[in-house]
């Protein structure tokens, strides 16, 4: 049950791109269709938005998308805006129902 | 989604127990993903244990033989017994969902669509 692997932190000027990457094993990133991001605000609790690599739940801005190459998952914001400053997790299903997260990133809006 | 609310979080000593427990809006669908993340002071989240159907649990190697997850009989509260706390284990705890019936359809995911707002465990001396 590794961790999977992120950038302690990335930062852009409003309006830019920032992406953000996840890098595991090839049983749990790459292997599985449920790489999934989560966004938290300090004193708040995570809020999905992205599950299956790639779907964004109803309400979260198509700003945010997913993506995976070989064994690295990616979240890109586009379009980054103030209320995008935030944490965010990648979390993986690694089999025999276990799931294992990232580090986290901190994104900063300058 | 489905609100969750966690319970049970507070001071205990290294070596001592203490019951958290996770209640639900809505009557939980009996394929649901009923997990347990937590998250220590200032670090990430880690994934600490899903219960299934009410009686199938699973767990992370950190806290297995140690902690154990359960729902009462109408599935509507989750429980986590945690036994011979260690320090380490200071952090908040979710309870969060992965669902089996969802815009229309029911499967198993693998994502978590429902967090609680979290209890907060501190194991100190």
Aim: with cysteine; glycine share 12%; charged share 15%.
């Amino acid at each position: 049950q590794s961790a999977l692997t992120q950038p302690r932190s990335v930062s852009g000027s409003p309006g830019q791109s920032v992406t953000i990457s996840c890098t595991g094993t090839s049983s749990a990133t790459g292997g599985y269709n449920s790489v999934s991001w989560y966004q938290q605000h300090p004193g708040k609790a995570p809020k999905v938005i992205i599950y299956d690599v790639i779907k964004r739940p109803s309400g979260v801005p198509d700003r945010f998308s997913g993506s995976r190459s070989g064994n690295t998952a990616s979240l890109t914001i586009s379009g980054l805006q103030a209320e995008d400053e935030a944490d965010y997790f990648c979390c993986s299903y690694a089999g025999m129902y276990t799931w294992v997260f990232g580090g986290g990133t901190k994104v900063t809006v300058l | 989604e489905v609100q969750l609310v966690e319970s049970g979080g507070g001071l205990i000593q290294p070596g001592g127990s203490l019951r958290l427990s996770c209640t639900t809006s809505a009557f939980p669908v009996s394929g649901d993903y009923m997990s347990w993340v937590r998250q220590a002071p200032g670090k990430g989240l880690e994934w600490v244990s899903m219960v299934y159907r009410g009686t199938t649990a699973y767990y992370a190697d950190s806290v297995k033989g140690r902690f154990t997850a359960s729902t009462d009989n109408s599935q509507t509260t989750i429980y986590l017994q945690m036994n011979n706390l260690r320090v380490d284990d200071t952090a908040v705890y979710y309870c969060a969902r992965a669902p089996y019936c969802t815009g229309g359809s029911c499967y198993s995911r693998y994502y978590f669509d429902s967090w609680g707002q979290g209890t907060l465990v501190t194991v100190s001396s």
